[in-house]
Structures are given as structure tokens and as C-alpha cells.
Nanobody
Framework: QVQLVESGGGLVQAGGSLRLSCAASGNIFSINDMAWHRQAPGKQRELVARITPYGATTYADTVKGRFTISRDNAKNLVYLQMNSLKPEDTGVYYC???????????????WGQGTQVTVSS
């Protein structure tokens, strides 16, 4: 089994910054892509940023230039640095990871439980 645990959410004023972390643990051989998603109240979950094991990144247009995704492969961590936050960035942020376990079989996607980010105007 694999667990993903997010941390770093909270309440911040517009224009402020937050750094989210997500730690993967458990039956892990290696991790392929890792990503951050968010879900605002009444809206569907959306991809915010994705990073490959080699550091290639993609971002949603709404966060380009403001958010930065990074990872520490040795520690199975992924981060999301969020700057110039806007009220529309409010939501629950989830990380996911495509994990090769030490058991046989294809990589499986795992999700964290989410961390709340609230940006006040």
C-alpha cells in the first residue's frame, strides 16, 4: 500500500504565498509523474501542475508564472510553491503519484487526502 500526505495549506491574503508539500510512503519502488490538482467548491477537480521524474513540468494556464512544482526523488516528495495568490486559487489541493510498487504489476495512481487553501481578498 502507498500513502500520500499533503501539508502546507492554510489561509492567506491575496498576493501572498504558500508552499504545499506531499510525501509518498509505503510499498514504493519508483514514482513516475507526480501532480497537484485542486477542487473549488461546486467545481470539478482540475489539474494545476505535473512533473515527470526528470523534472519536466506542465502547468494550467491559470497558474503559469505564479506556481512552481518541484520534487525530491530521493525522498519521494513533491512541492507546489504558490506565489501571487488570488481568491480564485481557493480550494482543496490534492497531490497524486503514479507509483511502481515492489510487487509485480503496472504502476498505480494514488491520491492524497487534500489540503485546504483559502485566499482572502
Amino acid at each position: 500500500q502507498v500513502q500520500l500526505v499533503e501539508s502546507g495549506g492554510g489561509l492567506v491574503q491575496a498576493g501572498g504565498s504558500l508552499r504545499l508539500s506531499c510525501a509518498a510512503s509505503g510499498n514504493i519502488f519508483s514514482i513516475n509523474d507526480m501532480a497537484w490538482h485542486r477542487q473549488a467548491p461546486g467545481k470539478q477537480r482540475e489539474l494545476v501542475a505535473r512533473i515527470t521524474p526528470y523534472g519536466a513540468t506542465t502547468y494550467a494556464d491559470t497558474v503559469k508564472g505564479r506556481f512552481t512544482i518541484s520534487r525530491d526523488n530521493a525522498k519521494n516528495l513533491v512541492y507546489l510553491q504558490m506565489n501571487s495568490l488570488k481568491p480564485e486559487d481557493t480550494g482543496v489541493y490534492y497531490c497524486d503519484a503514479d507509483v511502481w510498487s515492489r510487487s509485480a504489476g503496472p504502476p498505480l495512481k494514488y491520491w492524497g487526502q487534500g489540503t485546504q487553501v483559502t485566499v482572502s481578498s
